[in-house]
């Protein structure tokens, strides 16, 4: 419920942090990717955002760097971060590309969940839709009357590969 204090990276002060873990070879992450843009492009605040691409143990340099990869690094103010052995999002709790977490600026986490409607399909959805909403609630939103872990957001399933399969 709380950023992982363990984590190589850097919370934001004073506004959101939003966390997109991916897997490179994944065909499902561009949706998840153009789904990422949308919600940013929608949001009253911006939060502070990472997209972590997983690179297995034992694969050669530059694997992870795919056009997703350059997808990712081509959106707004989004720092793409390679993730070694899935470190991070172990620390997430991840386990499946396309999982988005997101944390009000205290650290709380607002957010877990998919922000496509189905596998590799672009469009609106529930969880793109909760995301900007609780982005749009500016940056110490919380999530108002729901218990943390219980938002609509929560309830979103993750549509892409495992995120520890090559």
């Not at 789904?35 to 502070?48: D, M, V, W």
């Not at 081509?74 to 993730?83: G, Q, S, W």
Request: hydrophobic letters at 35%; one cysteine or more; charged letters at 20%.
């Amino acid at each position: 419920m709380r950023w992982p204090a363990d984590s190589a990276l850097v919370r934001a002060q004073g506004q959101p942090t939003l966390v997109l873990l991916a897997h490179p070879q994944c065909s499902c992450t561009r949706a998840s990717l153009d789904e990422l843009g949308e919600a940013l492009a929608r949001a009253g605040t911006r939060p502070k955002t990472y997209v972590l691409f997983l690179k297995p143990e034992g694969v050669s340099n530059g694997w992870e760097e795919t056009d997703s990869w350059r997808v990712a690094a081509a959106l707004p103010d989004v720092t793409v971060v390679r993730d070694d052995s899935g470190r991070e999002a172990s620390r997430f709790g991840a386990a499946t590309s396309g999982q988005t977490v997101l944390y009000d600026a205290d650290g709380t986490l607002l957010f877990s969940g998919g922000i496509t409607a189905a596998r590799g399909h672009s469009g609106d959805n529930a969880g793109r839709s909760e995301l900007v909403s609780l982005l749009n609630r500016g940056p110490s939103a919380r999530a108002g009357s729901l218990n943390p872990g219980q938002s609509d957001g929560d309830a979103t399933s993750v549509f892409g590969c495992s995120l520890f399969g090559t």
